[in-house]
């Protein structure tokens, strides 16, 4: 990937180059007014929903990770902009939960995650707003499938979905994807796997790391499947 490092040094923690990713430990709204204009965001930002306030008992599969404030605010309107701009098209998971500040778009694409499962304490199917035009799109990929390798991360996006999302973009020759909410890196693993170029942005330590950890590991594998957590 050609790309100018200087201007991200400068506001960024840290800064890992492996293979064709470049991962930053930072804070996006820091980095994205310094990155030059991708052909993609695919991302799946904090909800915003206090999901860890029902999610507290191992009973439901899921743990704390040690931070119990991970989903209390979403992206605001300003760093909902930036991530915007940032790429040529867009593909924002829980973009139902940002109705006031994306576009109105009346045929704007959908995509759709049923999870297999009804009347689970979690929602039985996750939504992704496009900014781009299509008919809404839905994949069938259980829960219970993405939760066999184990999570690493409180909010749990499947690699096969996060492959099927960049299939959705309408220019499917989109080369660089970027995810400024990288987390433990799952839409980098699919876009390295699907041969793309990727830039990931995470402000957390804990998570950039797993995250390149991760992501080594789909340079060194290629399109080898290497797990289906978030």
Same mark, same amino acid.
């Given at each position: 990937m050609q790309i100018d490092l200087t201007p991200i040094q400068a506001v960024a923690q840290r800064v890992e180059v492996i293979g064709r990713a470049v991962l930053v430990q930072a804070d996006c709204r820091d980095v994205l007014p310094v990155l030059p204009k991708v052909d993609a965001c695919v991302t799946d930002p904090p909800y915003g929903i206090n999901a860890a306030r029902d999610r507290n008992s191992e009973k439901w599969g899921w743990r704390d990770y040690g931070n119990g404030e991970w989903d209390l605010v979403r992206p605001d309107a300003d760093v909902m902009a930036l991530v915007l701009q940032a790429g040529n098209r867009?593909?924002?998971?829980? #973009?139902?939960?940002?109705?006031?500040? *994306?576009?109105?778009?009346? $045929? @704007? $694409?959908? *995509?759709?995650?049923? $999870?297999? =499962? +009804? #009347?689970f304490s979690l929602a039985d199917c996750e939504f992704a707003w496009c900014s %781009? +035009?299509? @008919?809404?799109?839905?994949i069938?990929? @259980?829960?219970? $499938? !993405?939760?066999q390798d184990g999570k690493q991360h409180p909010t749990q996006k499947s690699l096969t979905v996060m492959k099927w999302s960049?299939? =959705? *973009?309408?220019?499917p020759n989109a080369?660089?994807? *970027?995810?400024?909410?990288?987390?433990? #890196?799952?839409? #980098?693993? !699919? @876009?390295? =796997?699907?041969?793309?170029? %990727?830039i990931g942005i995470e402000r957390e330590e804990r998570y950039f790391e797993i995250a390149c950890r991760r992501i080594e590991q789909a340079q060194r594998q290629g399109d080898l499947f290497i797990g289906d957590a978030a």
């Open positions: 867009s593909i924002v998971w829980g #973009g139902n939960y940002f109705p006031d500040i *994306l576009p109105p778009m009346p $045929k @704007a $694409k959908w *995509l759709v995650w049923d $999870k297999g =499962q +009804e #009347g %781009f +035009e299509g @008919a809404i799109r839905r069938n990929y @259980a829960r219970s $499938k !993405a939760m960049i299939d =959705q *973009l309408p220019n080369h660089t994807i *970027l995810d400024p909410f990288m987390g433990s #890196g799952t839409t #980098g693993v !699919a @876009a390295v =796997q699907m041969g793309r170029d %990727f």
